[in-house]
């Protein structure tokens, strides 16, 4: 079965950098969900998307943006890094607002 | 301040047990409970979730018990095998924010063979 694609999977970038990170849903799921996961710490919610439109929004810093575009991929972007941004960062798709989460496999953020 | 509360940390269980993972939470608007698994470096995985209109869920060796008057939920993995061996996270998500999974801080189990 198709599951969640994430792009890159591994990004080292500087301090002050900026950074893309890509999601592609699973077919016919409509909502994305983007979470960041520090070392040995549980995810944190950053922000959610339904229908291209922003659904609900966490713990995101304002240096981090995100969209969903009509095709339903999400990006979520990322300036003025800082070396705290070093983590893993999940998307996650569901056919409904309300559906079963599913998890890609992350992209690693290090920032030097 | 944890809206989900995770217990214990880290669990050491002999093959063949059975391994129970607890989780309390504070807002009584969450409706929905999943549990995830979490093997290093990958994604968390959907176990089995349970919504409150339900007290007990089985799935396999994965049982959910929930107790909505005591506002906690666990996971119980009968008959452990090493392969069970990962992080195991509960979550939370309800109310306005329902899309919103608030994670629990994880238990790492390890099964012994």
């Known amino acids: 079965a198709a599951g969640v694609i994430q792009s890159p999977r591994h990004l080292i970038k500087e301090k002050r950098e900026t950074a893309t990170l890509k999601c592609y849903p699973i077919?016919?799921?409509?909502?994305v969900y983007w979470y960041q996961q520090g070392p040995g710490q549980d995810p944190q919610f950053l922000i959610s998307?339904?229908?291209?439109?922003?659904?609900d929004k966490g713990s995101i810093p304002d240096r981090f943006s995100a969209q969903q575009f009509s095709d339903y991929h999400s990006e979520l972007n990322m300036s003025s890094l800082e070396l705290g941004d070093s983590a893993l960062y999940f998307c996650a798709s569901s056919r409904t607002p309300r559906g079963t989460q599913y998890f890609g496999p992350g992209t690693r953020l290090l920032v030097l | 301040q944890q809206q989900v509360k995770q217990s214990p940390q880290s669990l050491i269980v002999q093959k063949g047990g059975i391994s129970i993972i607890n989780c309390a939470y504070e807002n009584t608007a969450f409706d929905y409970f999943p549990w995830y698994q979490q093997f290093p470096g990958k994604g968390p995985a959907l176990l089995i979730a349970i919504r409150p209109d339900v007290s007990e869920k089985k799935e396999g060796r994965f049982t959910i018990s929930f107790n909505k008057s005591a506002k906690q939920f666990s996971l119980h993995i009968m008959d452990s095998q090493p392969g069970d061996s990962a992080t195991y996270f509960c979550?939370?998500?309800?109310?306005?924010?329902?899309?919103?999974?608030?994670f629990g801080q994880g238990t790492i189990l390890t099964v012994h063979p």
């Open positions: 998307f339904y229908e291209k439109m922003q659904s």
């Open positions: 077919p016919r799921h409509d909502t």
């Open positions: 979550a939370a998500s309800g109310g306005t924010s329902y899309g919103k999974l608030t």
